[in-house]
């Protein structure tokens, strides 16, 4: 087991998950954003199934940063209910789990 954590989010604009990308890393909350465009999502909101295409963010970090990375993607985000997912990591490369932790100090 790790502390290292993937945040999956979701961004209705390549422009929000930019955003939201840059202000994770600059303020090291994240080592890295990964932004995949145009995922379509199907969804129920408010007793109806939606679909929307949106911008998938996967967020690499540590599990002491995840309460900060969620209170900035709900600051961020235009969605009244930002997607906002933790899973843990319990496997990886030694040294890309170091480097994610080491870029991800909330300094």
């Given at each position: 087991m790790t502390s290292t954590r993937v945040v999956l989010s979701t961004a209705g604009s390549a422009e929000e998950a930019r955003k939201i990308a840059l202000a994770l890393v600059e303020r090291s909350f994240a080592a890295?954003?990964?932004?995949?465009?145009?995922i379509e999502s199907v969804y129920r909101w408010q007793s109806k199934v939606e679909t929307s295409h949106e911008f998938l963010l996967i967020v690499k970090t540590t599990a002491e940063q995840v309460a900060k990375i969620f209170e900035t993607i709900q600051d961020l985000h235009s969605y009244e209910l930002a997607e906002c997912i933790a899973l843990e990591i319990t496997a990886g490369s030694d040294?890309?789990?170091?480097?994610?932790?080491?870029?991800?100090t909330g300094a």
């Open positions: 890295c954003v990964n932004i995949v465009p145009q040294a890309y789990l170091q480097w994610i932790a080491e870029n991800s």
